[in-house]
């Protein structure tokens, strides 16, 4: 079965940077795009960001866009979420997955953006 743990987390102050990693097995990796999702406290689980399988194009959610930078080693089957200019509002756990059909999500790892 898909199996995925995130970690990287932490304490940032606004205006920092962190970088995720994602360990990502159970599956053919490199067939697969694969997503960034965060849920913050009291809110739904959303999309920030997707790396296709093939020629690595990217999209994000506008809220980090320009800000993040998703990408993946397919070596390795990792994928990576480079965090910068943080904001208060990235406060949440973080978690990576397919980006179709997500299931088996992983712990998560969790972000605070905070002074």
């Known amino acids: 079965q898909l199996q995925f743990v995130e970690s990287g987390g932490g304490l940032v102050q606004p205006g920092g940077s962190l970088r995720l990693s994602c360990a990502a097995s159970?599956?053919?990796?490199?067939?697969?795009?694969m997503s960034w999702y965060r849920q913050a406290p009291g809110k739904e689980r959303e999309l920030v960001a997707t790396i296709f399988s093939t020629g690595g194009r990217t999209d994000y959610a506008d809220s980090v866009k320009g800000r993040f930078t998703i990408s993946r080693d397919n070596s390795k089957n990792m994928v990576y979420l480079q965090m910068n200019s943080l904001k208060p509002e990235d406060t949440a756990v973080y978690y990576c997955?397919?980006?179709?059909?997500?299931?088996?999500w992983g712990k998560g790892t969790l972000v605070t953006v905070s002074s």
């Open positions: 997955n397919v980006r179709s059909s997500p299931s088996y």
């Open positions: 159970g599956f053919t990796f490199s067939y697969r795009a």
